[in-house]
T-cell receptor, first 118, second 111 residues
Framework: EAGVTQSPTHLIKTRGQQATLRCSPI?????VYWYQQALGLGLQFLLW???????NRGNFPPRFSGRQFPNYSSELNVNALELEDSALYLC?????????????????FGAGTRLSVL | QKEVEQNSGPLSVPEGAIASLNCTYS??????FFWYRQYSGKSPELIMS????GDKEDGRFTAQLNKASQYVSLLIRDSQPSDSATYLC???????????FGTGTRLKVLA
């Protein structure tokens, strides 16, 4: 069974440009989460999508946005790129347990997209 | 503000020893905790999840949760050089499905 897949592996952009990152969740998973991991820092929660809707958002400016498609894959868009946006962007997926409770919400991560802003 | 805190390390242990990694959290309403291992430049991989007070063992790994004291720990027995990585503690808190991650503890197992 395929895990979470992300593309591209690496992305190089210049300041002011836009970046689009893609994520395909594990088959059967409906939730997709995006995290930013800047060099030497922990994972910072960006966005959570479930069933096509944005469910929660971290403390990031509006130029970070995304969407989830009917097949549950997701895109993260970063507009007006800044140098400090350079980081590893990780996508995770889980299924939302309707009856088994919050405790079963295990997130599985993809390999990430390394974004470099020059 | 919900927080999860870890000592950044590095924590150095000799091969064969027990490595003890600790994590504290600020929200008493927390429900679930997860330990991930992350090798340099790679994505996090799940090691253990723990939901109830007490110990949970899986092979060489034991997770411990104490909700009264608000800490979670991970013990690695018979540490191997291949265990050298950053260990991330994450909590899933009441009212949300998102994780709050600690900054991670870097573990070095010396051969």
């Amino acid at each position: 069974e395929a895990g979470v897949t992300q593309s591209p592996t690496h992305l190089i952009k210049t300041r002011g440009q836009q970046a689009t990152l893609r994520c395909s969740p594990i088959s059967g998973h409906t939730s997709v989460y995006w995290y930013q991991q800047a060099l030497g820092l922990g994972l910072q929660f960006l966005l959570w999508y479930d069933e096509g809707e944005e469910r929660n958002r971290g403390n990031f400016p509006p130029r970070f946005s995304g969407r989830q498609f009917p097949n549950y894959s997701s895109e993260l868009n970063v507009n007006a790129l800044e140098l400090e946006d350079s980081a590893l962007y990780l996508c995770a997926s889980s299924f939302l347990p309707s009856t088994s409770g919050l405790a079963k919400n295990i997130q599985y991560f993809g390999a990430g997209t390394r974004l470099s802003v020059l | 503000q919900k927080e999860v805190e870890q000592n950044s390390g590095p924590l150095s242990v000799p091969e064969g020893a027990i490595a003890s990694l600790n994590c504290t959290y600020s929200d008493r309403g927390s429900q679930s905790f997860f330990w991930y291992r992350q090798y340099s430049g790679k994505s996090p991989e799940l090691i253990m999840s723990i939901y109830s007070n007490g110990d949970k063992e899986d092979g060489r790994f034991t997770a411990q949760l104490n909700k009264a004291s608000q800490y979670v720990s991970l013990l690695i027995r018979d540490s191997q050089p291949s265990d050298s990585a950053t260990y991330l503690c994450a909590g899933s808190f009441s009212g949300t499905y998102k994780y709050i991650f600690g900054t991670g503890t870097r573990l070095k197992v010396l051969a």
